[in-house]
């Protein structure tokens, strides 16, 4: 599986704004697909967007449709979550993966091996 690197979390205000990154030394992003998942204490991991290798196609969980933004910046070999308009349910630690399946990098069940992850923390 891909090695990957996350950071950017923090504590912020509900309403702020965070962006995350997700960093691979060893793999060039627009070859894999990649996806952010979170897992919040005492709750098992969700899905929380997705884009593919070309960029071109993004994918959305529910709750974070209209609020939360991924770009692939292909010049920086990185994956970009833009997180806006914040809520405290939105706090979790929030994992990247990058697979060469879409499918895999859209279901928070089918990988079984994660980084460390960034903590995001948004408080009212």
């Known amino acids: 599986q891909v090695q990957v690197r996350e950071s950017g979390g923090g504590l912020v205000q509900a309403g702020g704004s965070l962006r995350l990154s997700c960093a691979a030394a060893d793999v060039t992003f627009s070859r894999y697909n990649v996806g952010w998942f979170r897992q919040a204490p005492g709750k098992g991991r969700q899905f929380v967007a997705a884009v593919s290798g070309s960029g071109e196609s993004t994918f959305y969980g529910e709750s974070v449709k209209g609020r939360f933004t991924i770009a692939l910046d292909t010049a920086k070999n990185i994956v970009n979550l833009q997180m806006n308009n914040l809520k405290p349910e939105d706090t979790a630690v929030y994992y990247c993966?990058?697979?060469?399946?879409?499918?895999?990098?859209?279901?928070?069940?089918?990988?079984?091996?994660w980084g460390q992850g960034t903590q995001v923390t948004v408080v009212q």
């Open positions: 993966a990058a697979h060469r399946s879409i499918a895999k990098v859209t279901s928070a069940t089918a990988l079984d091996s």
